[in-house]
């Protein structure tokens, strides 16, 4: 099944700090996990059980902190995790992976890992 995830980054104005926002499209919910340090030991029955925002809702976009990329420990081991939820009932963990930009002194999502779960 298709996920339509939508990430975008943005100066609100000229010279502003970087924002980045996840959303999603065609159907699909979106949730913020928070921080995760094991996206192996996520598992599918308590993914599929969150309360998930969909289109429409007040809460979307969401905003993925730039101001520290491994917010709270900085570390590696932890990331900002979200969780997407399709229309047939899997499920996908999504971890933006932040990058330092020398040029601009500031982080920005350099890609994203995910995690696809089905339910049996």
């Given at each position: 099944?298709?996920?339509?995830?939508?990430?975008?980054?943005?100066?609100?104005?000229?010279?502003?700090?970087?924002?980045?926002?996840?959303?999603?499209?065609?159907?699909?919910?979106?949730?913020?996990?928070?921080?995760?340090?094991?996206?192996?030991?996520?598992?599918?029955?308590?993914?599929?059980?969150?309360p998930?925002?969909?289109?429409?809702?007040?809460?979307?976009?969401?905003?993925?902190?730039?101001?520290?990329?491994?917010?709270?420990?900085?570390?590696?081991?932890?990331?900002?995790?979200?969780?997407?939820?399709?229309?047939?009932?899997?499920?996908?963990?999504?971890?933006?992976k932040?990058?330092?930009?020398?040029?601009?002194?500031?982080?920005?999502?350099?890609?994203?890992?995910?995690?696809?779960?089905?339910?049996?």
């Open positions: 099944e298709p996920f339509d995830i939508v990430l975008t980054h943005q100066r609100p104005t000229f010279g502003a700090a970087l924002t980045a926002n996840l959303s999603v499209a065609n159907g699909a919910g979106l949730y913020d996990m928070g921080v995760v340090a094991d996206p192996q030991a996520v598992e599918y029955n308590y993914l599929r059980k969150r998930f925002q969909f289109a429409g809702s007040p809460a979307l976009p969401m905003a993925i902190p730039l101001d520290a990329p491994l917010f709270p420990v900085g570390s590696a081991e932890w990331s900002n995790a979200y969780v997407v939820n399709g229309k047939q009932g899997s499920v996908i963990l999504v971890i933006p932040l990058t330092w930009n020398n040029a601009t002194s500031e982080w920005y999502v350099s890609s994203i890992e995910w995690h696809r779960y089905v339910g049996i």
